[in-house]
Antibody
Framework: HLQLQESGPGLVKPSETLSLTCTVSGDSISSNSYYWGWIRQPPGKGLECIGSIYYTGSTYYNPSLKSRVTISVDTSKNQFSLKLISVTAADTAVYYC?????????????WGQGTTVTVSS | DIQMTQSPSTLSASVGDRVTITCRASQSISRWLAWYQQKPGKAPKVLIYKASSLESGVPSRFSGSGSGTEFTLTISRLQPDDFATYYCQQYNSDWWTFGQGTKVEIK
């Protein structure tokens, strides 16, 4: 069955770049039925969509983060990745990757377990 | 941006209670709304999609209704496993946004 797994450093220094990868197993990322997204959750707070990508490379970004975010896809590795530049303590959060259903259903039906990223010197 | 506002922020209830959570959108989103349940330390789990369609495997005590700008999630008879935080999410626009969450606590 489909699984998503986030990977990347758990600690990033202020002003540096946060880089995470989501590996998709159990199905192809090159499906025309789904987008693939990143969502984050600061400690004790709610969920925030960061952005999403289609297997063709088409992206949508949170307008409040757009200037700092890049999401890319590598269909040969069945992975998609997140880069967030110029991080501050406000970027400390649990980062999730998820599958976003297109069409009449919608919603995010499969999630990774999440990875905690702390921004600190 | 479409803003999603949930109420209440916290809800205290007992096992067996009927519980209703409201989600309001800042503009019409038709029926493009999902509800999620999140437990501490876990990823969210989708319960309802397209406002009222029950996700496969989700107990029938969960139901959703609404359209346009006002939506509700109802748990008909609260079970011990249902104490969690619930989020609504719109996917009407290119950009998907969540409500701020409703924590359902034990009374």
């Amino acid at each position: 069955h489909l699984q998503l797994q986030e990977s990347g450093p758990g600690l990033v220094k202020p002003s540096e770049t946060l880089s995470l990868t989501c590996t998709v197993s159990g199905d192809s990322i090159s499906s025309n039925s789904y987008y693939w997204g990143w969502i984050r959750q600061p400690p004790g707070k709610g969920l925030e969509c960061i952005g999403s990508i289609y297997y063709t490379g088409s992206t949508y970004y949170n307008p409040s983060l757009k200037s700092r975010v890049t999401i890319s896809v590598d269909t040969s590795k069945n992975q998609f990745s997140l880069k967030l530049i110029s991080v501050t303590a406000a970027d400390t959060a649990v980062y999730y990757c998820a599958r976003l259903r297109l069409g009449i259903k919608g919603g995010m039906d499969v999630w990774g377990q999440g990875t905690t990223v702390t921004v600190s010197s | 941006d479409i803003q999603m506002t949930q109420s209440p922020s916290t809800l205290s209830a007992s096992v067996g209670d009927r519980v209703t959570i409201t989600c309001r959108a800042s503009q019409s989103i038709s029926r493009w709304l999902a509800w999620y349940q999140q437990k501490p330390g876990k990823a969210p789990k989708v319960l309802i999609y397209k406002a009222s369609s029950l996700e496969s495997g989700v107990p029938s005590r969960f139901s959703g209704s609404g359209s346009g700008t006002e939506f509700t999630l109802t748990i008909s008879r609260l079970q011990p496993d249902d104490f969690a935080t619930y989020y609504c999410q719109q996917y009407n626009s290119d950009w998907w946004t969540f409500g701020q969450g409703t924590k359902v606590e034990i009374k």
